[in-house]
Each structure stands twice: as C-alpha cells, then as structure tokens.
C-alpha cells in the first residue's frame, strides 16, 4: 500500500459553490475523501471525481487523471478512500493524499493511431502556422528555457507570461498541455515568490480552458478567424484542386470519430480534441482538412449553429438588406448575397442584440453601420446618396440611421475583418 497526492479542482462549479465555499474550504483538512473515476463524462474519459461528506466537490487535476483513473479502476470496488492535506482559499483547490496499491499496467501510447492515420493520409493539406501561433510556440519554448535555468520574474519574462496567458487557450495539443503543466510546475516551485504566485494563478486559469466560454472561443477561432488568415489562403492555393468527397473520407477515417464530433458541435468537438490529448501535427493536418472542406463546399461549419433568437434576427436582416441589393456595383453582384450571408452569421450576436430598440427583431444600427462600411469599401454604387440608401431601407428619408450609414463600422477589428472577408471572396 502506498500514498499518492492529487490536486482537486473546479471547486466553484460543484457542491461547494456560493457564498459558502470559503467556510467549508476552513474546515476541509483532515475530512474523508473518496475518489471515483467518472465513467460517463462526456469531455473526459479519465476524469476523476472528488466526493467530500458523499458530496462532488471538484475533480483530479488533468495532468493527474490518467494516474488516478487507473488506480481507482485496480481499487476494491473501484474506489479511493483518503483525506483532504490541504486546502488553497486563494485558488478554490484541495490537495488530497489518498491508498493505492498494485503497480499500474502499462498503457498504451495512443500516438501511433494517429500517425497510422497521418500516415495513410495522402491528399494532406497542412496549414502553416498565423504570425500568433508562431509567437505562442516561441513564447511555450522560451519560458521552459528561463525557468529552467532559474532565473527571476523580470520585465522580459512578465510581458512573455502576460502575452502566453492570453494566448495558451488556442493550442490544445498535447505537446502544448504537458508544455503548460511544465512551466506552472516550475513557477509554483520557484524560489521568487511573486513567480510563485503567478505559477498558482496560471494553473486556475488553465481549469477553465475546459468551460463552455472557452469552447466558444477556440471554436470560433478555428472555424471563423483562422480561415482568414495568410496561412490558410496559401494552404487554399496549394490544395484548390482537392476532391471534397476524398477528402471527407479521410477525415472520417480520423481516431475517435471527431469528425462526427465535429460536424455535431462546434464547441463540444474542441473539448473533445483537448481531452484527447491529439498530438500536435496530426491535429494540425486534421483541422486543415476540416477548414479546407469547408471552403470547397462554400459553407460554414454546421456544427455553428445559432440560436432561435439569433435565426430570426438574421434572417430579418438579410432581408432588410435584400431593399438595396439592386445598389451593388456590378462586378460585385455575384458575391454579395455570399456576402452578407457571412456577416450576418459571423456578427448574429450583434444583430440580434437589439437592446433598447423598439419595434424591431434586430439592430437595425449595426445593420446600417454594415451598409456605410461596404458603401465605403466599394461594394455599394457610391452615386447613390446615403440620404437615398436611409429611404431604400426604412421606407423613409426622415430616419435618423441616415448618420449610421454615414459613418460606417467604428472598430478597426471589424473594418479589418471585412477587408479579409472580401479578400476571400475575391479568391
């Protein structure tokens, strides 16, 4: 019989959470605990549940799950019995020492399924790294080189830490999860102090790369910027011949079924890719197909569904515009609709924000701020007064959006987006 140390996280998110946690966190040293691998969870098969008084409190951290899976799968009745060691206010964990016995079976590198597959995929289209990936993967590298040697929080490490916490949630490989395991360990073990502190916030933060909030956000980042990018426009020249159907079928052929995942949800596939732990260059050429495909077919994802609310906002809005589709240049007529099929998808949230604004199923605001921006940028004949575009849209001249399509889009990030949407277009 030996004794063996888990993290215990997601304090917040279970029985503990409210008001209350901080009080059962003081009392939490020195209670029982029961550990039980949570065969049924849909984002991670090894996940390893925490129960404190017969209650679910959090989980095994995920650097530890593999191990503490398969000892609870050895134990007598499939379960650990030990007590609570410790208990961290500040970051909402618990730290647990808990019986096992017997030695764990060797488990299987399930590497060699992907490279079988990488291996057998000979239409291979690979995206090549966006300007970001390529400063994540340095930023990974060259933080493991200085804590390593040890050296101090200085104005160099600080701003390379503050840019890798912004941008870690984009890489969820495997190389990419042990590499962030790697450097909280070093910055909680190191002997600066302020270091120290932020090695503990890190590691809360990476609890939450598993959220539905940060589902979305890597979702939309591979389905809706990365196609944007330089990268996958040379990857789309290169492989601009490639058969759909052929494709498709090696994608299906992928470990897992993350195709099928993929084509059921956008945000659960991503949180199925993390957990699984994919090794970085097959995942690389898997979601370069996936993107390519997408692009052969013309569409968006159908894993990107929208809500109700947001359907109906954007079908109103395509409508709306559909008033003024007789003002496109025309040498733009045969993309347009394409066009703003795009935007309303891409923006939903905003159109369907409708606010304060009454008698209306969508932000008309935004819609028209949409027209001045494409008005600008040339889509719309620019001999039409924008006094013209107001009555053509709201059945009046008087309507104060007059200054809305005057003014166009006022964020840069969305001026910047349409030029590239454009760009696409244009093939």
Not at 56 to 61: D, E, P, R
Not at 102 to 117: F, H, I, K, N, S
Request: charged content about 25%; aromatic content about 8%; overall charge negative.
């Amino acid at each position: 019989m030996q004794e063996r140390h888990y993290t215990i996280v997601g304090l917040r998110h279970h029985a503990w959470q409210g008001e209350g946690l901080a009080q059962r966190l003081r009392e939490a040293e020195g209670k029982r605990v029961v550990l039980m691998r949570e065969e049924m969870n849909e984002w991670n098969h090894e996940a390893t549940a925490a129960y404190v008084d017969t209650e679910m409190v959090g989980y095994v951290a995920d650097g530890q799950c593999r191990e503490s899976s398969a000892y609870c799968d050895m134990a007598d009745a499939q379960l650990l019995e030990g007590r609570v060691t410790g208990a961290d206010a500040e970051h909402h964990q618990l730290t647990v020492a808990v019986a096992v016995s017997g030695t764990l079976p060797d488990r299987q590198d399930e590497t060699a399924v992907y490279e079988q597959w990488e291996h057998n995929y000979n239409t291979a289209p690979l995206m090549g790294y966006t300007t970001d990936e390529q400063r994540l993967l340095l930023l990974r590298r060259d933080l493991l080189h200085m804590l390593h040697k040890g050296e101090p929080l200085d104005a160099t490490m600080q701003r390379n830490l503050e840019v890798y916490s912004q941008l870690m949630a984009w890489d969820i490989s495997r190389e990419a999860t042990d590499d962030r395991r790697h450097i909280i360990g070093l910055m909680v073990g190191s002997s600066d102090a302020r270091l120290s502190q932020w090695g503990h916030q890190l590691e809360v933060d990476v609890t939450t790369l598993g959220s539905p909030e940060a589902r979305q956000l890597l979702a939309d980042y591979i389905f809706r910027q990365l196609p944007l990018s330089d990268a996958f426009q040379q990857m789309v020249l290169r492989h601009s011949h490639t058969d759909a159907a052929v494709l498709e079928s090696q994608l299906r052929s992928f470990p897992h079924r993350l195709f099928d995942e993929y084509r059921l949800s956008a945000t659960d596939f991503v949180s199925k890719l993390y957990y699984r732990r994919v090794p970085a260059r097959p995942l690389r050429y898997f979601l370069s197909g996936l993107l390519l495909l997408e692009h052969l077919r013309h569409g968006t994802p159908e894993a990107d569904r929208l809500s109700r609310h947001e359907q109906q906002a954007v079908a109103d809005a395509l409508e709306y515009v559909g008033r003024i589709s007789h003002c496109v240049v025309p040498d733009r007529q045969g993309d347009v609709e394409r066009l703003w099929q795009r935007l309303t998808t891409d923006y939903a949230e905003r159109i369907a924000d409708v606010q304060r604004m009454r008698q209306s199923t969508f932000n008309r605001r935004f819609v028209c701020r949409l027209v001045g921006t494409l008005l600008q940028l040339g889509i719309y004949r620019q001999d039409v007064t924008q006094t013209e575009y107001t009555r053509l849209l709201e059945g009046s001249s008087r309507s104060n959006l007059r200054k809305e399509v005057n003014q166009g889009v006022d964020d840069d990030a969305t001026r910047q987006y349409i030029r590239q949407l454009l760009r696409q277009l244009n093939g």
